[in-house]
């Protein structure tokens, strides 16, 4: 863990790579405070003249933007909890069963993923309205659950096999039921993986767009809105740079809160 | 009281034959040891009696009650694996506590217990840091306290020195002894080392190919090795075996093709009286001195053959050059077309001996 960083040419890749990432999220902010005259013009200035907070005050007054923010987060935090209460169970299955059916299994997981989600989308968008679930976070979150849940079962599965056999064996002998071992043993040398599951459905959820756009059409989650603002919005693009903002804030707290727990070496000392 | 019997467990996975016909009895107190090369299923024997494999036919019986449809968490065993197992998240506290807050044990019950096996192994010191924190030496008596404190019916150890080094070993041996004596408790032990067989155990099965070849005390097969295969397993080195005796023409007797002779039953230096005594010339190979004995490789009947020397013998003997072996008739195995053990030659009539 102590890759200490040793010359200057470090320093220098490391310093590309912020930029390559940073940049963009840079230009985002600065279109959103900068003054119109600043941005709407060739050479778009790189350092605002004037900083001017409007388009927050817009989308925050205008847009009744608490609601499409509980709806986003509602719809996201059902993702995770979906894909964990049927991943965890269906991945430990997957990854104590012979290598040979499992890969069979994983193969068959992915048939969703195979196919546009702008395609396969209107079957399960027709399914989720036959349920009357439409224009609700459930419904989005359903929807959405279908496409992550292969993604996030197939990395649970990577967690799960991480963890040697031998110890819920030691566990068994050691006195404990099944579901005692798994959930004394495999899951919590399995965290980490799991954190990882759930900020990846939470963030599928957050930025998806496709089915949210068709199961929810009037209750919109906040990628949507931002469209929906691009197209025929108050406040134009400066106005959607400034969703965008607000948008990556849970982002960054969710990664925050969750990254202590993103250890690698959870497994030291187990075996020998 | 805790005695432990196989009646014909046999375990077939697909088409491959594991376990072919066990048949054995552990009895109370017993240090029984499974000896075999890899892959002869002394392993594979020790997880049926755990419950982590299921037979497919036979019976597992513990004082007489069947527990051979038992999960592995009733059965009231503890296995320390090869490579400990130990639980990574928990502290050495909890990962000794763990069968018994399993159990639902009062706190303080916990605490007696832990402080009592910690003391015995002693660990006490270690108790509050991880399994990744501490040394391979230490692991291996948490795992060996884990095992012990539920005071199991019977304990399984499933080649628990193999990833020590040498010198650990030895002292890991000797505690091993001691734990058994003072625990009194029924242990299996697995290896594929002779000499960790021939100094644990109280009682011992060789196994090769899934099938036990013979039971038995450690000396017992030391001095009776049924066939060439248990006679050239036990013993370090090896007994020497010449499988060509016939064709060499030196020996011959009715009906045997084989003959043994452990390293230590062979002398360089003359007897007073040659009387039951059989003389080989042998081509020396190479000499290796290790203090105050030497252990030496000729070449006999086409074979390698290994023996020792003292150090008033060193300068009898050179490399390349031919030496006189002395060997006691009653010391020379005899082995069948079977590979099966005959007798000694003292016992057998001999035909014809040729130097």
């Known amino acids: 863990?102590?890759?200490?960083?040793?010359?200057?040419?470090?320093?220098?890749?490391?310093?590309?790579?912020?930029?390559?990432?940073?940049?963009?999220?840079?230009?985002?902010?600065?279109?959103?405070?900068?003054?119109?005259?600043?941005?709407?013009?060739?050479?778009?200035?790189?350092?605002?003249?004037?900083?001017?907070?409007?388009?927050?005050?817009?989308?925050?007054?205008?847009?009744?933007?608490?609601?499409?923010?509980?709806?986003?987060?509602?719809?996201?935090?059902?993702?995770?909890?979906?894909?964990m209460?049927?991943?965890?169970?269906?991945?430990?299955?997957?990854?104590?069963?012979?290598?040979?059916?499992?890969?069979?299994?994983?193969?068959?997981?992915?048939?969703?993923?195979?196919?546009p989600e702008i395609q396969i989308g209107v079957p399960i968008a027709r399914t989720i309205i036959g349920l009357g679930l439409e224009d609700t976070a459930l419904g989005v979150a359903i929807a959405q659950s279908s496409i992550a849940l292969p993604m996030i079962t197939y990395i649970l599965v990577g967690a799960f096999r991480s963890v040697p056999t031998r110890l819920s064996e030691s566990a068994r002998i050691d006195g404990a039921?099944?579901?005692?071992?798994?959930?004394?043993?495999?899951?919590?040398?399995?965290?980490?993986?799991?954190?990882?599951?759930?900020?990846?459905?939470?963030?599928?959820?957050?930025?998806?767009?496709?089915?949210?756009?068709?199961?929810?059409?009037?209750?919109?989650?906040?990628?949507?809105?931002?469209?929906?603002?691009i197209t025929r919005g108050i406040g134009g693009i400066p106005a959607a740079d400034a969703f965008s903002i607000i948008l990556m804030v849970p982002v960054i707290a969710l990664v925050l809160i969750l990254q202590k727990y993103l250890r690698s070496n959870i497994m030291a000392g187990a075996l020998k | 009281m805790?005695?432990?019997?196989?009646?014909?467990?046999?375990?077939?996975?697909?088409?491959?034959?594991?376990?072919?016909?066990?048949?054995?009895?552990?009895?109370?107190?017993?240090?029984?040891?499974?000896?075999?090369?890899?892959?002869?299923?002394?392993?594979?024997?020790?997880?049926?009696?755990?419950g982590l494999m299921k037979e497919t036919s036979g019976k597992i019986t513990i004082d007489g009650e069947d527990i051979?449809?038992?999960?592995?968490?009733?059965?009231?065993?503890?296995?320390?694996?090869?490579?400990?197992?130990?639980?990574?998240?928990?502290?050495?506290?909890?990962?000794?506590?763990?069968?018994?807050?399993?159990?639902?044990?009062?706190?303080?019950?916990?605490?007696?217990k832990v402080k009592e096996v910690s003391s015995f192994l002693s660990i006490e010191p270690i108790l509050g840091k991880k399994p990744s924190s501490i040394s391979g030496g230490e692991r291996q008596r948490v795992a060996i306290a884990r095992a012990l404190i539920k005071e199991p019916k019977i304990l399984l150890m499933d080649e628990p020195l193999s990833n020590l080094d040498a010198k650990l070993r030895d002292v890991v041996r000797f505690e091993l002894k001691r734990i058994h004596r003072e625990s009194g408790i029924t242990t299996i032990y697995v290896t594929h080392d002779q000499l960790e067989a021939m100094t644990l155990g109280t009682n011992m099965a060789v196994m090769n190919s899934g099938e036990i070849v013979q039971t038995g005390s450690p000396m017992d097969i030391f001095e009776n090795p049924k066939n060439t295969l248990v006679a050239s397993f036990i013993g370090s080195p090896p007994m020497n075996i010449f499988s060509e005796i016939k064709e060499s023409g030196?020996?011959?007797?009715?009906?045997?093709?084989?003959?043994?002779?452990?390293?230590?039953?062979?002398s360089t230096s003359k007897p007073k009286s040659m009387e039951n005594t059989v003389k080989f010339k042998a081509k020396v190979n190479g000499?290796?001195?290790?203090?105050?004995?030497?252990?030496?490789?000729?070449?006999?009947?086409?074979?390698?053959?290994?023996?020792?020397?003292?150090?008033?013998?060193?300068?009898s003997?050179?490399?390349?050059?031919?030496?006189?072996?002395?060997?006691?008739?009653?010391?020379?195995?005899?082995?069948?077309e079977n590979k099966e053990l005959k007798g000694r030659m003292a016992n057998t009539e001999t035909e014809q001996i040729q130097e």
Request: aromatic share 12%; charged share 15%.
């Open chain 1, 85 to 115: 209460g049927l991943g965890i169970p269906a991945a430990y299955t997957i990854s104590r069963m012979p290598k040979k059916a499992s890969y069979l299994v994983i193969i068959f997981l992915f048939i969703t993923q195979m196919i």
């Open chain 2, 250 to 266: 030196i020996v011959h007797i009715e009906n045997v093709t084989s003959i043994g002779i452990r390293p230590r039953a062979i």
């Open chain 2, 68 to 112: 051979s449809n038992l999960p592995p968490n009733k059965r009231q065993m503890s296995l320390v694996f090869q490579d400990y197992a130990l639980y990574p998240h928990k502290t050495v506290f909890e990962n000794i506590s763990f069968p018994l807050r399993i159990a639902h044990k009062s706190i303080q019950e916990i605490r007696e």
């Open chain 1, 177 to 229: 039921t099944k579901l005692e071992a798994f959930l004394k043993v495999d899951l919590p040398l399995s965290l980490t993986g799991i954190y990882v599951g759930v900020i990846l459905a939470w963030l599928f959820s957050w930025d998806e767009f496709v089915l949210a756009s068709i199961i929810s059409p009037l209750n919109e989650t906040v990628p949507v809105l931002i469209y929906a603002n």
């Open chain 2, 317 to 336: 003997i050179t490399e390349g050059k031919y030496a006189d072996l002395y060997v006691d008739m009653n010391m020379i195995y005899l082995f069948d």
């Open chain 1, 1 to 83: 863990m102590s890759n200490k960083p040793k010359n200057l040419l470090w320093y220098i890749a490391l310093g590309i790579v912020c930029i390559f990432v940073l940049f963009p999220i840079y230009l985002i902010l600065i279109v959103a405070i900068s003054p119109p005259s600043d941005i709407f013009r060739p050479n778009p200035a790189l350092i605002p003249s004037s900083i001017t907070l409007s388009r927050f005050y817009i989308v925050l007054y205008q847009y009744n933007f608490a609601r499409h923010l509980y709806i986003s987060l509602e719809a996201a935090f059902m993702v995770s909890g979906i894909c």
């Open chain 2, 287 to 315: 000499i290796n001195i290790l203090g105050n004995e030497a252990l030496v490789q000729g070449d006999l009947m086409g074979e390698h053959i290994y023996f020792y020397i003292y150090r008033n013998e060193f300068s």
């Open chain 2, 2 to 50: 805790s005695e432990l019997i196989l009646e014909n467990v046999k375990l077939k996975i697909g088409e491959k034959e594991l376990l072919k016909n066990v048949n054995l009895t552990v009895k109370d107190k017993d240090f029984y040891v499974f000896l075999g090369p890899s892959g002869c299923g002394k392993t594979t024997t020790l997880r049926v009696i755990a």
